[in-house]
């Protein structure tokens, strides 16, 4: 079985323009008619000094959604390191509401720049959009670029380890590496990327390329390995670890051998350790087996297990009833999958009561039909 992980965040413009500002600068303050979500305080006084992450977008087709949808994960990612996103368009409010109607969950905070004057404060005339600022907890510019690099610079400086040379070396690799393989140079485009892992040894990019290429010549117990040693590497950062755990759990997912049942399984059990106290983890990996994972390959008591952990720390950690009774579903879901169609239905129903939203309730009500379909076929 053949196929490719393509990276989201390769769907995004990125730019070699000047910025107005410069590395060092403070933040221009925001010149914003109307804040949506939030109201734009860039250093609220009753906290601890936030890193910043600024954005500018403009709602035009779907790479602006898909640039929206990537800063709530990352807002969601990085919530317990006190990082703060604000996302300014210079297009007008009636525009920016419809937009936003394609995501009702979106609550990043999005400023209504007054005639750009905003943008101009941070951009040079050149500049594309979107464009990404970091300022640093010492309220200072300590990079900016385009979405793709934004997750790995973030995540570095969170760690204390940031270093504006050497990200800008990786990114010059970076450039090479893309106009190689839009040429279809392979080989010059492993190479960067290797030259890339020797700096970094878990870039998420260069390391897509390596498995690409693994994949690509069918080799995929060599992939699994490469990508079982970087993500040990990339012990640093749980969020870099989770990327790696999924990326292996899908290359393993096409083994449909006894390999692929043993990866899965040791795979399923380091997950469920790594991340036993953070409920969305696990709820997300549990629900990713299930929906992707060939059935036969599925270690489904661990599943189960994963699944009612998740709805245990959802409780606990007074999760809102939505999320919970996602949560629900997913543990309902692996109900149906072990065929113990009565409890799947038991739980689907807990999960129903919760929801208030229309199109919730009907999206979930279709599923708890179907169980109960199932369940009557059995009587």
Do not use: H
């Amino acid at each position: 079985m053949r196929f490719k992980i393509i990276s989201v965040l390769l769907f995004f413009f990125i730019t070699a323009s000047l910025f107005a500002l410069e590395i060092g600068d403070r933040p221009p303050n925001f010149e914003v008619k109307k804040w949506l979500n939030g109201n734009g305080e860039l250093y609220p006084e009753d906290s601890n000094t936030p890193i910043n992450v600024i954005i500018f977008w403009t709602p035009t087709d779907s790479s602006s959604y898909r640039i929206l949808n990537f800063v709530q994960e990352q807002k969601e990612a990085f919530k317990d390191a006190n990082v703060q996103f604000f996302a300014i368009t210079s297009s007008g409010e009636p525009r920016v509401r419809e937009f936003l109607k394609k995501d009702k969950n979106l609550d990043v905070q999005i400023g209504i720049d007054n005639n750009s004057k905003t943008l101009n404060e941070y951009l040079s005339e050149n500049q594309s959009i979107p464009a990404f600022f970091i300022f640093g907890r010492n309220k200072k510019l300590i990079w900016t670029g385009g979405p793709i690099e934004s997750t790995t610079v973030l995540l570095k400086v969170i760690a204390g380890t940031f270093n504006y040379d050497t990200q800008k070396q990786i990114e010059a690799l970076r450039e090479k590496m893309e106009k190689a393989a839009v040429t279809f140079k392979t080989s010059d485009k492993l190479r960067y990327a290797d030259d890339i892992l020797k700096i970094d040894p878990t870039d998420r990019i260069a390391a897509e390329a390596v498995i690409d290429n693994y994949i690509s010549n069918n080799e995929l117990e060599q992939c699994i390995s490469f990508i079982n040693k970087t993500r040990d590497k990339a012990s640093w950062s749980k969020y870099l670890q989770y990327y790696y755990y999924l990326t292996e759990l899908d290359v393993a997912s096409g083994l449909i051998n006894e390999t692929g049942v043993k990866t899965i399984n040791n795979l399923t059990k380091d997950f469920a350790v790594s991340y036993q106290n953070t409920p969305k983890a696990l709820n997300n990996y549990a629900i990713r087996v299930l929906n992707t994972v060939p059935f036969q390959l599925i270690p489904i008591e661990q599943i189960i297990n994963m699944s009612q952990q998740a709805v245990k720390l959802s409780k606990e950690f007074k999760e809102n009833d939505r999320t919970l009774s996602f949560c629900l579903q997913t543990e309902a879901k692996a109900y149906y999958t072990a065929c113990d169609i009565k409890k799947a239905v038991e739980v689907q129903k807990e999960a129903v009561k919760l929801l208030k939203d229309k199109e919730d309730v009907d999206n979930s009500t279709v599923i708890l039909n179907y169980y109960n379909s199932i369940n009557n076929l059995k009587g």
